[in-house]
């Protein structure tokens, strides 16, 4: 199931990095949490909501990252965070507003500060349930 989600995901992203307007290339090869606030400011338009790429590009990513920490979290002491509640419209307006007044830092930075301010959900979990050696 999980294989081909992560399939139809790049197929996804496949049909909208190829239209992506020119601004927001450098964003593609360079990965859009690791760029600067400044240069992604510019492109995030949060009233276009997932129409504007650079916005989907952004959401894509932040869900991916904050799964990420999820195993992390959960690994090390069985909670984590609730995915449900970080929507698009939150997300693009967190990271711009956190952009725009940090414009020397990394959008990462901005979705950490969430990780770390969230409530944590308790969850069944067993250490090293994911076996990633086969």
Not at 65 to 88: F, P
Request: proline content about 6%; charged content about 20%; overall charge positive.
């Amino acid at each position: 199931m999980f294989g081909r989600r992560f399939a139809a995901l790049l197929l996804a992203a496949g049909f909208v990095v190829p239209s992506l307007p020119a601004p927001a290339q450098p964003l593609v090869t360079q990965g859009i949490g690791s760029s600067s606030c400044a240069k992604l400011a510019a492109d995030l338009k949060p009233a276009e909501g997932l129409q504007n790429p650079v916005n989907l590009m952004l959401f894509a990513w932040v869900q991916g990252y904050v799964s990420a920490a999820n195993v992390s979290l959960l690994e090390a002491d069985g909670k984590h965070v609730d995915l449900a509640s970080l929507d698009d419209t939150k997300v693009i307006a967190m990271v711009a507003t956190f952009c725009k007044a940090n414009p020397d830092k990394k959008p990462m930075a901005a979705v950490d500060d969430f990780i770390r301010q969230s409530a944590k959900q308790r969850a069944k979990w067993d250490v090293g349930t994911i076996n990633w050696n086969g």
